[in-house]
């Protein structure tokens, strides 16, 4: 007879609960998760890094351009340029700690792998957050001294921001869905690896 743990509450109010004799079925469908998530994250870091680093040359080539030709506008957009790609930098190397292989490990383990990335997720969103933020404020300012200096951009810098602001609704709502995916992890990770017998000794 399966016997239900305490439920679970999430965010939107919805109770849930783990059952101890669906351990199996748990295990194949985290194995699938992790499985999945381990190619994304091989693929963002072969994809990021040349990417990221690439940033970096570009961001210290038009600061120095604005330097030395006094174009402050190059300069605000050389330094959004680099901190967004130390940003980057950042994000991938969180990921090098949860890239390992989940393969023939043991389900409290798996779900302690799980945990540590929905973890380096939430913070990973948080940091795409922050570089919305930057990305809309250095633009702005860069726009505010190009009409100082009398050469307005073609492009009205509201277009940009609205770009960004989307982009930054998406993110919160997707973080918004990793904090539920980070309980429930903690909570199963909880309950599957609870030992009834200490209960029983308090007791």
Known sequence: MTKPRDPYWDDLGIAWCAIESDASGILARLQS??????????????AGLP??????????????????????NFLT???????????????????????RSANGEPLSDMLALAVARSQRMLTLIRLALSAC???????LIGTA???????????SPVIDSAVLAIVALMLAVYLRQAKISLAKFQYLKRTITHDPTQESNKK
Do not use: C
């Open 133 to 139: 933020v930057i990305a809309a404020a250095f633009g």
């Open 77 to 99: 957009r050389g330094a959004a340029i680099v901190i967004i790609s130390g940003i980057a930098a950042r994000g991938l190397w969180l990921l090098l700690a949860v890239r």
């Open 33 to 46: 998760r992790l499985r999945r998530q381990t190619l994304l994250m091989t693929g963002a870091l072969a």
């Open 145 to 155: 001294i190009r009409h100082a200096a009398g050469r307005p951009p073609a492009l």
């Open 51 to 72: 990417a990221t680093a690439a940033g970096l040359v570009i961001g210290v080539m038009t600061l120095w351009i604005g330097w030395n030709s006094g174009t402050w």
